[in-house]
């Protein structure tokens, strides 16, 4: 089967958030649970999430325009820079912080959400790790430069590593250029999210701030790029063989493992709230 452009989707904008998975479609791109695009302009300081629980799942940041102080209850502390990809994975339940610091008064960032696997490792520990931009392999071709935040690409790997097969790419793509990928076995779930320009794939066509959603098929990628070229995020994966309840912020592979999430975060709060000015 011939990949192809399933939807489109524009998004839902709250606030300087848009979201392009929710709970209405949160199954359709397992293991893909969450994108969403934060963009914000004229800040006269920092921004950014105070802290907030999650279990079950894994966040992976990629701000483009400022930089992201990170911040959790299981010790893990960083500074993630512009250009660079940073995943937590929640496990069984963890409380984390988020500051975003502007590059004069602009932010333009990325996170994505993936499930984790029902084995020991969405009931088990936090685990971190980020790939600053300099350590993020990049590679090049005459039409295209494609940045491996996660997973790999032409034989290049990402230093940052995730329990769930996925390939989580940033794409630069010359004006006409097609830009090809070889997909790893088994991963049939994916979308493309067009940040400028407009790319074709298989005589569908994906305008600027869309997220095309691919059909199920672990054939191979060829997208070309329009007259202006085209920036672009892809993101492939293998569906993971699950239940998924939700709670919004956790997500689970059976009522009693989101309960028992659940009840670590209210733990893991109670806690912090009883910490002197918050500090871990």
Do not use: C
Not at 89 to 108: C, F, I, R
Not at 198 to 211: D, P, R, T, Y
């Amino acid at each position: 089967m011939s990949r192809s452009i399933l939807e489109i989707r524009n998004g839902h904008q709250h606030g300087p958030i848009t979201s392009f998975i929710n709970q209405k479609n949160v199954k359709q791109l397992n293991p893909f649970v969450l994108w969403d695009h934060f963009q914000t302009e004229g800040l006269a300081g920092t921004t950014g999430f105070g802290f907030h629980g999650h279990s079950g799942v894994a966040t992976i940041s990629y701000p483009v325009i400022g930089d992201i102080i990170h911040e959790d209850t299981d010790g893990n502390k960083g500074k993630l820079e512009a250009g660079g990809v940073q995943l937590m994975a929640s496990g069984a339940g963890v409380l984390h912080k988020e500051t975003v610091y502007p590059n004069q008064g602009v932010t333009d960032a990325f996170q994505l959400w993936t499930l984790l696997p029902q084995d020991e490792v969405e009931m088990g520990p936090v685990s971190y790790s980020l790939a600053q931009k300099e350590q993020a392999p990049v590679v090049t071709t005459p039409v295209s430069k494609t940045k491996i935040l996660i997973g790999q690409h032409s034989g290049a790997f990402s230093p940052a590593k995730h329990s769930v097969d996925i390939a989580y790419l940033e794409v630069n793509i010359t004006p006409n250029g097609t830009w090809q990928h070889a997909v790893e076995k088994g991963q049939t779930s994916g979308f493309i999210y067009v940040r400028s320009g407009e790319i074709s794939l298989n005589k569908n066509l994906l305008k600027a701030n869309h997220l095309g959603v691919l059909n199920q098929s672990d054939d191979d990628l060829s997208l070309t790029a329009g007259d202006s070229g085209a920036v672009i995020m892809v993101a492939l994966g293998q569906p993971l063989d699950q239940s998924i309840i939700s709670s919004g912020s956790s997500m689970h592979s059976s009522q009693e493992r989101l309960n028992l999430g659940s009840h670590n975060i209210q733990r893991l709060t109670k806690a912090l709230d009883a910490t002197p000015n918050k500090a871990i």
